[in-house]
């Protein structure tokens, strides 16, 4: 079971693959996981957004997990999205993780429809004391209608002990709270504002960006731990303005997670990976495509510059 001293560092999301009939690739799948595992990355984890987790059903979901379970075991720590609509599902997909060798999981709220306050803390709870004997990572996003505050953590912690930390997809003011009021689990945020994060505790990032160059990301990484905080700073500040210029124009098209996350792998070059998605989702076609990869090299070069 992972525990909270070694959720640290650069935590990569695996994309799940898809081939030409729409059907789970295994073998690329399987090809990826092996060469991230290889350029030294603190940690992996699947079916999350980035894994699409809400298009596999639950056999397919199985097979995503056997082969990344295969693939890492022993090697590298890894979590395991158990996401799913429902507590009984999420349970069962948290019992299969814990059986088949995952370090911890990752649950988000089941967001089709608002729930009360006391429905979210129980949610939680339910899910601790089904599955006690595997770490929790409480994937925190908007998405599912409800968002967890420090008040809400301070709260709910004393009755799941295992809950180690935080995917926290979520203002940067709200993350500010969170640490400064919450601190005994490790919140992680994304790539963006990890160096301000970090001066404020944050141990480390859930990044799909290190799929394009992860040398120039584990430097980044190294960089603020080193506390090379202006240096950083410089980076982040042109992350920010090639987000503002390459990837919000393509988020107000409507294209989100995973139809921006596959381009990134095709734009660093190296892993195997497609842009294809399952329907009835779509990613960006070609002009866009090459409109992102013009704007990554005018503002972040360093993006498409990884050497194998």
Known sequence: MLIKEQLVGLWVSVPTEWDENGDFDEKTFRDEVAMLMSVGVNGLYTTGTTGEFYALDWEEWKQVQDAFLAETAGKIPVQVGANWFNTRDT???????????????QICFPGWMEMREV????????????????AIIHYNIARTKKLYVADDYL?????VPTMIGTKAAMPFNNFIELMSRSPEINHFVGESYFPLAHQLGCKGMYTSWTMMNPTFFKAYY????DGCYAEAIEIMKRMHRWHAEAIRPLIQKGYLDPALDK??????GWLPGTRRLRKPYNSLNDAEMAELRKKTEEIMPEFLAYKP
């Not at 429905?119 to 595997?134: G, R, S």
């Not at 709260?155 to 009755?159: D, F, K, L």
């Open 91 to 105: 349970i069962k997909r948290m019992r299969y993780a814990r059986d088949k060798g995952a370090d911890a999981v």
């Open 119 to 134: 429905d979210y803390d129980q949610f939680l709870i339910d899910c601790y004391q089904a599955v006690p004997d595997i």
């Open 155 to 159: 709260r709910v912690m004393p009755q």
């Open 222 to 225: 190294q960089m603020c731990v």
């Open 263 to 268: 381009p990134f792998v095709e734009m660093g």
